[in-house]
């Protein structure tokens, strides 16, 4: 067994561990303790994905999704404890598109929680339909991205001073892996009055 492989094994024994503390956590109250123990199971899930889409073995479960949909759960399910306003922009984005959905919240998941960690007072969730590409945008009213981070087209870079640029190159593999008719996904980083992070997949 390699390396590799018993890293992944060990990847799923923590993170079972991580969920026995997230629910002992839970149950008495501890919230601090909880989300810390939900943040590094996220964290170690995108590792372990990683590996499997650099081993060839990530498989797509694409199926037919309501874009607005999953834009409106995950602003729902960040708003409770946010302080910054998460607005939904979906008067553009297609009725349905196949695309994996568990796979395409986390991604969307970690470049909300990027985003509430800058802006100054909103954030801005939208999907739209354009040149047969379905778009999920996260638009936060920050500072925008470094110049660094912009000019790196390996999506090598960590987007904030805590990551690894793990996130970053999860999210391009994942998008890359969406492909129809010689078309490929892809993600686009840009600065418009605060930073954008754009999703596209195609149809």
Known sequence: MSFAEIAALTIHDVKNSLAQLAGQAEAR??????????????????????????????RLAVDAHAPAD??????????????????IDCASAPTLWFYDETLVRMLL?????????????????????LDEFLEFVVHDDGDGYAASVLADTGASAAITPEGTGLGLRLALRIAELHENAGQRGTVILGNENGAVFILRLPK
């Open 29 to 58: 109250g501890d919230v601090a303790t909880l989300l810390t123990a939900l943040n590094a199971s996220e964290a170690l899930t995108r590792l372990l994905i990683f590996y499997k889409s650099e081993t060839s073995i990530l």
């Open 70 to 87: 999953l834009l409106v759960e995950l602003g729902a399910e960040n708003q409770s404890s946010a302080s910054i306003m998460i607005n």
């Open 109 to 129: 998941s970690n470049a909300l929680q990027n985003a509430l960690r800058y802006a100054h007072s909103h954030i801005t969730l939208a999907a739209r339909e």
